[in-house]
């Protein structure tokens, strides 16, 4: 860097201000000293830069899951709006394993890890005695209200009253619900709200709930074969993901149904899948990458600004209507 400031006769602190595209340095400088960087070949040491600030220029993301298909679209807004910021991304899959979650959140306690993005809707034991964490800790697309950790998400009541109210509008009154595990907040929200909204529509005698462990295709087949076990066949059906509509779906094929003929389905989180599944899936759209991107500024904020208050941020939900549910062999009857 001495040898920049010479070529580019400055002190080296303009430099090291130039670098990292300070205000105090002007546009015509900061030109001279980076025409100089490329001639020069000169690369920045992240590493001394960040051991000078006593930070250790990581971010981990916790989830439970690597290979879910919900995740890869969150952990991209996170790792772009990460990297601005001239830090990299840790990920780290709990497989469901708290043992494992403890031993992966030490990071924050051991400075490996400069703070942590949460997206198991759960918040580690080793971290609920760490003095301030709410600064260095930002749960995404689950919330974690008990512990009150800032987080970023969506209304996942409002979202299911939305999918029900749209198939309550398409004439079904025998709407059931498949659903996670009660244990997560977030799919109790997606219960309370079909409830809600079956209750609106004086369908209260109606509400019929099969929730499951595992949100995912093998949880949605099972869900569905309890729900068919325990009564008729209802005319609808709304999922707590589109991954259990996928599952659910499959094993009412096997049983003879036709979709969406026979029983209309809609799933939740549009992954990519569901444009291109057979019946594309009528879905709740969650906004994953922006979803991560929020959760990741709210983060660098609160790790530049220790006095800044936590906040909690909803964003909002789209339906998606396609094939599953119905709504174009609704259309064609009523004209």
Known sequence: MADIARLADVDVSTVSRALADSSRVTDETKQRIRQIVEETGYIVNHGARMLRSQMAGRVLVILPNIAATFFPE???????????????VIIGSTQYDCAREDELARQLLNGAADGIILLNGHLPDVIRGFSGFEQRVVAVSRAIEEDNVPYVNIDNEKAIETAVAHLIGLGYSDIAHLGGPRSSPTFVARINGYEKAMATAGLANRIRVEAVERFNIDGGQIAME??????????????????????????ARKKGWHIPQD???????????????????????????????????MLLKNLKNPSAKPKKVVVGHELIIRESCGAEIVARLRK
């Open 226 to 251: 309890q729900l068919l076990k325990n009564g008729a066949p209802p005319e609808a059906v709304v999922c707590a993901s589109d991954e259990m509509a996928m599952g659910a779906i499959r094993y």
């Open 74 to 88: 969150v952990i991209l807004g996170i790792e772009e709006t990460v990297h601005r910021e001239g830090m990299s």
């Open 263 to 297: 029983i209309a389905f809609v799933g939740f989180d549009d992954i990519p899948f569901a444009a291109v599944y057979e019946p594309a899936l009528t879905t709740v759209r969650t906004p994953r990458r922006m979803m991560g991107e929020l959760g990741a500024q």
